[in-house]
């Protein structure tokens, strides 16, 4: 069996250390491209969101590669996402690939079906994949961290250009390191080169937060790095849902009965009292938590005719109101431009920073 799946930001390292701990040899998808967007792009049904597409093209050069299984997480929520595993095997039959496609769907939704995929993958030996799955969430957990340090250091650090060497190179080490033990490793040593880099304490960044679609917000290629890019710019980011955080959420917390996105539903119950469907609840808990928090904007970003995002997009003008916060609407497909995108984040960047600054300043005035 040659296992491959489909890449979703930096969901891969998880994934890879896992497989390794199994010992069961996994293909990475190489890097997402406009090439394998095109090809998931052609052979999707038009209106699809984008991550099917990318998704799609993702599979197919694996297969190339040599890959025979795929494996997904799967739902049965009321968006399209529950369908993305039959829908895709059955185009990949189409194209006259014969995979295997393994679904993973969340315990809440089958917590037999659950154990039964995870024996499957792990030759039948459940009790060694719980652990190798713990070792997978220690590494996700790292990522985050990881992340966290390059949020806080881009805007500061005097050279950026070093911390793209950096990230760069840990991309490609990552790719040749063995298991959740030699991964981890890699993750300390990446942070602490990070650490290392000569940044301006005094300087105090603007602060945006990122919402919106799991997958177009976690996975960099979809949304053109928008992070690294309002980074670069000189604004501190912080994106709302991660790799971990899904897995905390919707295999640890079901498993020890506990609900999941409990905050998030909380902060969200008066604009969206009830589930519609992806992560619309999530996104409106998180816009309403970073204006709290005292962000100083807020970035949403959907794939075009995300069904549960259009409601969220619908509902975020009033906590733009309720709260005061600016938020810029981003929505991304295989015809979205990179200089239009960049026009739009800069012009943004720009607005909330003289907004602060003009906000500053009347204070200033008013207590003199
Ligand atoms: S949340 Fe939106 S983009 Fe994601 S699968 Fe559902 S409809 Fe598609």
Redesign the pocket.
């Known amino acids: 069996m040659k296992l491959t799946y489909p890449h979703m930001g930096e969901a891969y390292i998880a994934a890879k250390a896992m497989f390794d701990d199994l010992g069961i040899e996994s293909i990475i998808p190489p890097f997402s491209t406009q090439s394998t967007l095109r090809l998931g792009a052609k052979e999707s049904p038009e209106s699809?969101?984008?991550?099917?597409k990318i998704m799609l093209g993702n599979y197919v050069r694996s297969i190339e590669e040599g890959a025979d299984t795929i494996v997904i997480t799967g739902s049965c929520?009321p968006?399209?996402?529950g369908y993305?595993g039959p829908l895709q095997k059955l185009i990949l039959e189409d194209m006259g690939y014969d995979v295997d496609m393994i679904i993973l769907d969340p315990p809440r939704e089958g917590i037999n079906k659950f154990f039964q995929n995870i024996k499957k993958l792990s030759g039948g030996e459940s009790h060694k994949s719980f652990k190798v799955f713990l070792s997978a969430y220690k590494v996700c957990e790292q990522i985050d961290k990881l992340n966290e340090i390059q949020y806080f250091v881009r805007p500061r650090a005097k050279d950026k250009a070093k911390i793209n060497s950096i990230m760069h190179r840990f991309r490609s080490q990552v790719l040749y390191a063995k298991g959740s033990k030699e991964i981890s490793d890699l993750i300390e040593k990446t942070m602490d080169q990070l650490l290392t880099l000569d940044i301006d304490m005094e300087m105090k960044p603007i602060k945006i937060g990122i919402i919106g679609?799991?997958?177009?917000i976690i996975d960099p290629f979809s949304n053109l790095n928008a992070e690294d890019r309002l980074g670069d710019m000189g604004a501190e980011v912080h994106r709302s849902m991660t790799v971990r955080d899904w897995a905390e959420n919707n295999l640890i917390k079901p498993l020890k009965r506990e609900k999941p996105y409990k905050l998030e539903k909380e902060l969200s119950k008066p604009y969206l009292p009830v589930l519609i469907?992806?992560?619309t609840q999530q996104c409106i808990g998180h816009a309403v938590n970073y204006a709290r928090s005292g962000y100083d904007g807020l970035i949403q970003i959907?794939?075009m005719?995300?069904?549960?995002?259009i409601v969220s997009r619908s509902i975020l003008p009033q906590i733009e109101k309720d709260y005061g916060i600016p938020i810029l609407y981003l929505i991304v497909d295989e015809q979205t431009g990179e200089a239009g995108y960049q026009t739009r984040l800069e012009a943004f960047y720009d607005y909330v920073e003289n907004r602060r600054r003009r906000q500053s300043s009347s204070k200033q005035a008013q207590s003199t």
């Open positions: 699809v969101c984008l991550p099917f929520g968006c399209r996402f993305y679609e799991i997958y177009t469907g992806g992560h959907y794939p005719s995300c069904m549960p995002e």
